[in-house]
DNA sequence: GAAAAACTACCGGAAATGCGGTAGAAGGCT
DNA sequence: AGCCTTCTACCGCATTTCCGGTAGTTTTTC
């Protein structure tokens, strides 16, 4: 028997999940959380085979909580789970300890062979992704992901509504040079020049919309 | 007895709406179409009274989706899904005959609200779109989408690259002064003060990807 | 062919951004 | 307690952007 635990603040997709699960008698869902917070909860008390795990959840990057995931429990197999915009974190994934990467749009069938293939050890990747993994490699240099802090997200996301860096400084109660610090470690992170930049790859590496 | 018509390439979505609608007596999910062209196949058989409608789907526009639905059949009711938040797809579902609007991080129990909301007659809105469409307004009223030039449409989308001023101007061998001006024109058509504003409401209107 | 629009380029000055550092305080983790 | 990360804030300096004009030369349009 492989017990499964989903993390996905979508209640959708856990039924969803649940559901093309519920025929197969050789898998159980053992549990489903809606934050990363739960879900480490959860873990404390008991560890699945395998971790269906969304990357974009409300309380914390996706990235950090896999890393977090594997330090603890090295045996546990992560299937990351995301839509098609934001391919750009399966390099991310793998590098932080994930075994596996699914895209939302999959069938049945894939999700039981991406299960079956960690499960036996090795990598899986859908179809879709493998493309676009590869073209990522292509256009970015390294094209990896970086892990944001709270207040490096926020900064971004003002710096993709248009605000300049002193009226992002009022609104958050910040000197201007403060965000001119956080401005740079993001330059830094995307290894970028300018905002314009900064914000294409962002947008191209699923931070943004 | 309520019937549905469920429009989304995903299957666990698909999974997801029914096991939610399952439990429900009055409401009864007679079919699900993973395209457009599906879904104007189905419906020419059987009349559902309400349809869940993902607005991106791999063939067709979901909106004019929603149109050609609206024209053939107006007594079902549309109302729209989508996980991501996008501004202008709310208006234009509604402007095209749409009586509500998901998002797909719902509970259950919203969408049953929805459905009912619905069937009465009324438009549902969930609370985060809603937020959006006001804002939605407020940006229209304020400015309209202006009508650019060749070299400013060219230029727009080197911005949008992220190239700087200087890197433009050696790109199209011209001067950086000319660059500046080009610039400020577009700032003057769309009302902003900044490059990054510029992008984004050119974007939110439709200029760029 | 004339008028309108678009493209090009300039000036001067104020403001913001970008670059390379440093550094203390606060909070979390082990 | 000690380490590490994050958040905060600063300095100096160069570059770029932003703002307000003006203006000559094409190209398009009527």
Redesign the interface.
Known sequence: MISILIID????????????LKAVPSVEVIGACKSGGEALEFLATVEPDVILLDINLPDMDGLVLCEKIRERYAKVKIIGLT?I?EVGMITGLLQRGGNGYLL?????AELLQAIEKVMAGNVYLSEDANVKVLEQYKSFDEGKAPVLTRREKEILLS??????GPVIAKELVLSELTIQTHRKNLFRKFD?H????????ARDLGFL?
Request: aromatic share 0%; no cysteine.
């Open positions: 603040d979508h209640p959708l997709v856990q039924d969803g999940i649940k559901t093309m839509s915009n939302k749009n999959m069938e049945r710096l993709a509504n248009g605000l300049s970028v300018n905002v314009q930049s900064l914000l294409k790859v919309k």
